[in-house]
Each structure stands twice: as C-alpha cells, then as structure tokens.
C-alpha cells in the first residue's frame, strides 16, 4: 500500500487536531505528520488510521492514539543524534517518529511477533532502529547509559533497572498505575542517585509484562 495524496490529507487534519489538543511542539508535530500512521495498521482498520483514537493491533496489544504518542513525545524533549530507548516496540510506529526526529533509537519487545513484523514494516519505509527481543524492564543495560527511555505500556511502578539505565541529565517518560489508569510520570535524572519526579495526566496503557513472549 502506498501514501496516498489522501492519506497525507488526512494526516494533515489529524496533526491539526493534535495542534488544537494542546501539542505545541512542532518538531513532534512534522515528525508525525511524515510517518504514514496507516501502513502500521490492520487492514481491517485502514480507513481509521487518522482518527485519533487506539486501535488494536496483533497479540492482544494496541497502536496507540495519537495524540498519546504526540504528549509522550513532547515530555521526552528529543533532539536530533540522542540515543533513545523505547520498551515496547509494538507497531514500530512510536520508534518511526523518534527516528523522524533524528534519536538514534533503540527499540526492545517482548512478544515475538512483534519484535519480527516490526522490523518488516519499518524497514521497506527506511526506518531503522535498533530492535532487540527481550524483557523490557531489563532495559539494555549492555548499551547503557541512554539520553532518553520511552516506555510505551503500563507499569505499576517505575523500573528500578530502566532509571539506572538513564545518564545523567537524561529523560524518561512512562505510564505508571494499575488496569484502571495511569498517571503519566516523566524522571529527570539529576546527579547519580537524584531523581526529579512529576505526573502529567491519566492515560490508558496495556500493562509493561516482564520476561519475553513468544
């Protein structure tokens, strides 16, 4: 399937609406307005590939609604040539609009599937991340430390792993709560063992599981 003229029409309204929502960061805001949403997506859910809502994708998991990916990326604050780590590659499509930011990213799933289809989408589209297979909450400590960590599910409290994982000065962004919602926290590390915590509203995630899925 191709990006139609028609797709990069609908993409334009769907960034508009994320822009009215409150998203101000307009690198956040082009880099998404390039990613082609809709190839991520099942075919059965094509035609709602630019209304800004979740929709489920294989294994249970979901692609998230847009203007999440939008908020989780503006509090991340990623610049071109930072080393970025997301857990939780599902889609690939959060890790398209990282690498459209210019983070060299790298990108671990638990679940088999979508640890290999990822790669099939992103790749043909000249998206290439880093992907590993692996447990998310171990983080990828072999490659540590990382100016940003992404978390794309929901986790009952923050990973002590992943925030050692975080250089100093570094950023990550995660969904912390329960089956019922999450308080979106955003950590600044701020020296070896100084951490500067805040929430920034109630989401919706699938839960951060650990260990790996085949």
């Not at 308080?183 to 063992?193: F, L, Q, T, W």
């Given at each position: 399937?191709?990006?139609?003229?028609?797709?990069?029409?609908?993409?334009?309204?769907?960034?508009?609406?994320?822009?009215?929502?409150?998203?101000?960061?307009?690198?956040?805001?082009?880099?998404?307005?390039?990613?082609?949403?809709?190839?991520?997506?099942?075919?059965?859910?094509?035609?709602?590939?630019?209304?800004?809502?979740?929709?489920?994708?294989?294994?249970?998991?979901?692609?998230?609604?847009?203007?999440t990916v939008a908020f989780q990326t503006e509090l991340l604050e990623v610049k071109k040539h930072l080393k970025v780590l997301e857990v939780g590659t599902g889609s690939g499509y959060q890790a398209a609009v990282l690498v459209e930011l210019g983070a060299r990213v790298y990108t671990i799933e638990r679940i088999r599937e979508l640890y290999l289809s990822a790669q099939e989408t992103l790749g043909p589209l000249g998206y290439k991340p880093r992907f590993f297979y692996g447990d998310g909450y171990e983080g990828l400590p072999s490659f540590a430390p990382f100016d940003r960590i992404l978390v794309t599910a929901a986790a009952p409290e923050i990973p002590e792993k992943l925030k050692e994982q975080l250089a100093d000065g570094g950023i990550m962004v995660i969904p912390v709560g329960n089956q019922f919602g999450q308080?979106?926290?955003?950590?600044?590390?701020?020296?070896?063992?100084?951490?500067?915590?805040?929430?920034?509203?109630?989401?919706?995630?699938v839960p951060l599981l650990k260990g790996k899925s085949k």
């Open positions: 399937m191709q990006d139609s003229y028609r797709h990069k029409g609908l993409r334009k309204k769907l960034i508009d609406s994320l822009r009215s929502k409150g998203i101000r960061d307009e690198s956040v805001l082009d880099a998404m307005n390039k990613v082609p949403r809709h190839l991520f997506m099942d075919s059965s859910f094509i035609n709602f590939s630019y209304i800004d809502k979740a929709f489920p994708i294989s294994s249970g998991q979901t692609i998230s609604q847009p203007y308080k979106m926290a955003r950590i600044v590390r701020e020296g070896n063992d100084n951490f500067h915590y805040s929430e920034h509203g109630y989401f919706s995630f």
